[in-house]
């Protein structure tokens, strides 16, 4: 960030989409954490900073009668931990636009913080409307996009709101300039070996990536509920595993596509097979191409646990996107945990490795190894699109 801001009024997009509980605490303040850096560093250079952010989907949760949740998705609920961790006051303005937005905006000075309502209390937040778009940026002098969890979104506040900033006045946050950073030291130059870690329940979800990567990584690895069309695919019995019958095609595909790049393809040798999906459910360990009637996969073996282990560790740089099994169930995280272990173990050795958001974050969390590993990723749908190579409107907004 190298903009003079200081007398500006500077209006940061932050991503405090925080998890909260039934009484609206918050049980994982990461993504405030993370946006700290920037906001200190304004204010330590004198500005005037305005945050908004959105937090849950308050337009696909109305109450009966239509009208908003104000109670449960207010960024009030917010506006008290983050002014103990800024330590300093925060003011709130009770709509993200209109009159009430504009006369706090215009009387902050330098040194205070003003958090705007949510931005989706607007329809025309994730519409992308100009009009939002062009009372948002009415606010400030200075637009600053630090919110890499939703820069894979055209909406207003993300990437619309841009164009009214002349290129001199608009920049990256100091997390979305990393997160940039570190997904393209991945994508780009990487030092080799590079093996990808893939998990998830969906091939579907995770197409365009598997095809990224085999294009350019030198091992990838498949775990979780994905590899069970795999299996399938190559005539196993997959007993009540997940798989999806249409994409049984694309998986032989796949499978062609390595071999033609001369990637490296490592599916589970064995899983442990369930006879429920349930945490307390009976379970066995059962070869990965025969799993009997009525039971179902939820998790690698301790076969494939060792395969992948080998491979991670031989890895220069890594990137993990994906849990190998239904790890939210203790009994099934076990494969989970152990590559959590070994991208750790790895990195330690001096590997790069890259956390790519979503459900390996709260992996790596759980295992308390999030400052074992390079870089952990904010963004679950947005590190997936950049890893594809798609361009993000959030950061697009900011380049052009
Ligand atoms: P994704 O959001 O695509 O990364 O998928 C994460 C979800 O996949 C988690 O909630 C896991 O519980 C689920 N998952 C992983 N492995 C399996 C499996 N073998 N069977 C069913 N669900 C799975």
């Known amino acids: 960030m190298n903009i003079n801001v ?13 998890p909260l509980d039934k009484e609206l605490n ?3 303040d990461t993504r405030i954490q993370r946006a700290l850096p920037t906001i200190n560093k304004l204010l330590a250079e004198g500005a005037a900073v305005i945050l908004m952010s959105h937090l ?3 337009q696909k949760k109305l109450n009966e009668d239509g009208t908003i ?7 009030r609920n917010i506006a008290p931990h983050l002014a103990t961790l800024l330590n300093r006051p925060v003011q709130f303005a009770e709509d993200c636009i209109g009159e009430n937005a504009k006369t706090k905006a215009a009387s902050l000075l330098s040194g205070e913080v003003l958090l705007l309502e949510n931005t989706r209390f607007h329809k025309g937040e994730s519409k992308g409307d100009i009009a939002m778009a062009q009372s948002l940026a009415s606010l400030a002098d200075i637009y600053v996009n630090d919110a890499f969890g939703t820069a894979h979104r055209a909406h207003a506040s993300t990437s619309v709101i841009a164009q009214y900033f002349d290129q001199s006045n608009k920049q990256f946050g100091l997390l979305m300039q990393s997160e940039i950073t570190n997904a393209d030291k991945v994508l780009h130059n990487p030092q080799k070996p590079l093996v990808a870690i893939t998990g998830g329940a969906k091939v579907s979800d995770k197409l365009l990536l598997l095809e990224k990567l085999i294009d350019f990584a030198d091992t990838v690895i498949i775990g979780g509920g994905m590899a069970y069309t795999f299996f399938k695919a190559q005539g196993g019995e997959i007993g009540n595993s ?5 994409k049984v095609d694309l998986a032989l595909d796949l499978l062609e596509l390595a071999k033609k790049k001369n990637t490296q393809l490592l599916l589970p040798v064995d899983n442990v097979a369930a006879d429920d999906f349930s945490p ?3 379970s066995q360990i059962v070869d990965s191409m025969s799993i ?4 179902e996969g939820l998790d690698i073996g301790p076969e494939s646990i060792d395969l992948f282990s080998k491979a991670i560790a031989t890895a220069q740089t890594i990137i993990w996107n994906g849990p190998m099994g239904v790890f939210e169930f203790d009994k099934f995280a076990i494969g989970t ?3 959590a272990q070994a991208v750790a173990g790895a990195t330690s050795k001096g590997a790069f490795s890259l956390i790519g958001g979503g459900d390996s974050v709260s992996a790596i969390k759980k295992n308390g190894l999030a400052d074992q590993v390079s870089f952990v990723s904010t963004g679950g749908g947005a590190m997936l699109e950049y890893l594809e190579g798609k361009e993000l409107p959030g950061i697009k907004a900011i380049k052009s």
């Open 56 to 58: 849950g989907r308050p």
């Open 6 to 18: 200081s007398g500006k009024k500077v209006l940061v997009r932050v991503d405090f989409n925080v």
């Open 26 to 28: 918050i049980t994982d």
């Open 337 to 339: 945990n152990a590559i």
């Open 292 to 295: 009997p009637n009525g039971w």
């Open 69 to 75: 949740n104000v109670k449960k998705f207010t960024l």
């Open 280 to 282: 307390t459910a009976n």
């Open 242 to 246: 997940i798989c999806e019958e249409d």
